[in-house]
């Protein structure tokens, strides 16, 4: 019961209900919720739903999200979500941290202090000029493995923004934190196993392009 509420609660775009329910005997959270996903994600997903005091209109979200998984059982409500959104973008979505990971500016666009806007939890305000920056600086070719970009229908090469220190934990909205990469590599240094190793050869990859552009 406890996975068809949470995943119902997931459905209504709200926090989850039985995690916050749902205690050991020394009325904590299960310390096993939730343990296969990423620390910081689930300490938020965590914090989310401890935090939330729940209204009406959630609870009949989360009813109507019922209904929606009606004739599914325990085990199987997660797995048909799943094919109603990524696993990744739900996890980020329940976390309340948005799914948002692109832009940045040059030498002296942007800021050292992004400014931060909120909803169910912070979002932070991105220069689209850094982005545009960075897209051109990286000419087509994603700045990680070197590859062309897929063509787009207007003929540019489609590359993602990446922060490499996210501006969560205080990375600077400027040139020298972001790299244009592909999309399936902007999704692994954010969910996959290797994303320290990922970053660390980040960081090298964009001193080494911004020297070549500052040099040009």
Sequence with gaps: MCDLLDAAAALADVPLLALTTVLTANLRVNPEAWADIEPEIRT????????HIFTRTDIAAIGAALEQLK???????????????PPGERRLRLAGVGTFAYSDAVDDLGTDSPGVTTYFGKRYARDPRVRAA???RAGGKCEYCGKLGFKCANG???????????LADDGADRMTNVIAICPGEHREVHFGERREKMEAE???????AELSRRGR
Excluded: D, F, Q
């Design 44 to 51: 938020a997903i965590i914090n989310r739903s401890k935090n």
């Design 71 to 85: 004739g599914l059982s325990n085990r199987k409500a997660w797995p048909y979500l799943a094919t109603l959104l």
């Design 134 to 136: 960075v897209i051109e």
């Design 156 to 166: 540019s090469r489609y590359l993602e923004c990446h922060h490499i220190l996210a």
């Design 202 to 208: 980040m960081i090298v990859k964009v001193a080494a």
